[in-house]
T-cell receptor, first 113, second 111 residues
Framework: DTAVSQTPKYLVTQMGNDKSIKCEQN?????MYWYKQDSKKFLKIMFS???????INETVPNRFSPKSPDKAHLNLHINSLELGDSAVYFC????????????FGNGTRLTVT | QKEVEQNSGPLSVPEGAIASLNCTYS??????FFWYRQYSGKSPELIMS????GDKEDGRFTAQLNKASQYVSLLIRDSQPSDSATYLC???????????FGSGTRLSIRP
């Protein structure tokens, strides 16, 4: 199936640990994103890559490091996890040109205890 | 001023009535506007896109765009209980790559 897929779906870990979330899209899109959705449902943009190049880096702590090995993959590594990092993280993709909408992955619910 | 603003709700509408959801945006040169529906525990799914001033209809959904007023709305006709969800307005900025979301409006359709 054509889709944006991200793993894992759930991630429970303790403060101070390091964890990664992976995302892959087979839609042929050239731009991929990480969004964070907090408990109030607000979707906040974190990062965007276009053809492996970082083009958007919002005010996100340095503990968050995205990596895009190719335009179909975008991973998110988080160091020294904190309680406030608990949220749902969505990967999304689109075409950079035109009016293409975002296509979302199913989300990763991260719980830091 | 937030880049994309929506009333958080909840908006309660009786079944069969018209639900009206509103959104304003601050970037005057924004080009593309989207409405997403998100059920609890699920990812956002695209309902409507609109790029030109005026109305765009798709089944029970109508999106309306007024670029002069920097306003976009979504009308849901013949509201069904299955329409109960959070509706997210999204705006593609003038930089094209940045897609910003409003905080969402929680819609509840009461039988």
């Amino acid at each position: 199936d054509t889709a944006v897929s991200q793993t894992p779906k759930y991630l429970v870990t303790q403060m101070g640990n390091d964890k990664s979330i992976k995302c892959e899209q087979n839609l042929g899109h050239d731009t991929m994103y990480w969004y964070k959705q907090d408990s109030k449902k607000f979707l906040k943009i974190m990062f965007s890559y276009n053809n492996k190049e970082l083009i958007i880096n919002e005010t996100v702590p340095n503990r968050f490091s995205p990596k895009s090995p190719d335009k179909a993959h975008l991973n998110l590594h988080i160091n020294s996890l904190e309680l406030g990092d608990s949220a749902v993280y969505f990967c999304a993709s689109t075409r950079a040109t035109g009016n293409s909408p975002l296509h979302f992955g199913n989300g990763t619910r991260l719980t830091v205890t | 001023q937030k880049e994309v603003e929506q009333n958080s709700g909840p908006l309660s509408v009786p079944e069969g009535a018209i639900a009206s959801l509103n959104c304003t945006y601050s970037d005057r040169v924004s080009q593309s506007f989207f409405w997403y529906r998100q059920y609890s525990g699920k990812s956002p799914e695209l309902i409507m896109s609109i790029y030109s001033n005026g109305d765009k209809e798709d089944g029970r959904f109508t999106a309306q765009l007024n670029k002069a007023s920097q306003y976009v709305s979504l009308l849901i006709r013949d509201s069904q209980p299955s329409d109960s969800a959070t509706y997210l307005c999204a705006v593609r900025s003038s930089s094209a790559s940045k897609i910003i979301f409003g905080s969402g409006t929680r819609l509840s359709i009461r039988p």
